[in-house]
């Protein structure tokens, strides 16, 4: 069973570690807020590790050592690169996804070997394409007129 350590119990966090337990891996969650587990619902099976995601040692507790997939996905950018670069170059963790929000940051950091999601750009690109594809229609008609 592959082992996945979650940094960050928000929404994107906590709909991760779900995700990932019903594929059958096993889960821990580390946060900050005691109160974050309450996204994973009461009869939640995986592990919890109550604390600051940068604390090398709370990463040791928490498994990073075993971790094949580490996902980071705090609140806050640097936040979440710092733990990135940590899980990757300190613990080895060769499978490191880092959420930030920032494009240009996004592309500096993916640039250097961060695996880096950033929904921000993802957003421009979808809402660009659709309002492209609202005016391909209206263009369509003026030119036919």
Not at 63 to 75: K, Q, R, S, W
């Amino acid at each position: 069973m592959p082992n996945a350590l979650i940094i960050g119990c928000g929404r994107v966090g906590s709909s991760i570690a779900l995700q990932l337990h019903e594929e059958g891996w096993d889960v821990t969650v580390v946060d900050e807020n005691e109160d974050a587990l309450s996204r994973l619902g009461e009869s939640w099976p995986g592990a919890y590790v109550v604390g600051h995601g940068m604390d090398a040692d709370l990463l040791r507790d928490a498994g990073i050592e075993d971790a094949d997939a580490v996902i980071v996905a705090t609140n806050g950018d640097n936040t979440n690169i710092i733990i990135g670069q940590v899980a990757q170059k300190r613990f080895g963790v060769s499978c490191v996804v880092v959420r930030v929000l920032d494009p240009n940051r996004a592309r500096f950091y993916a640039e250097r070997g961060l695996n880096i999601v950033c929904p921000t750009s993802v957003a421009i690109d979808r809402l660009l394409d659709a309002a492209r594809a609202c005016a391909i229609p209206a263009a369509a008609q003026e030119a036919s007129s």
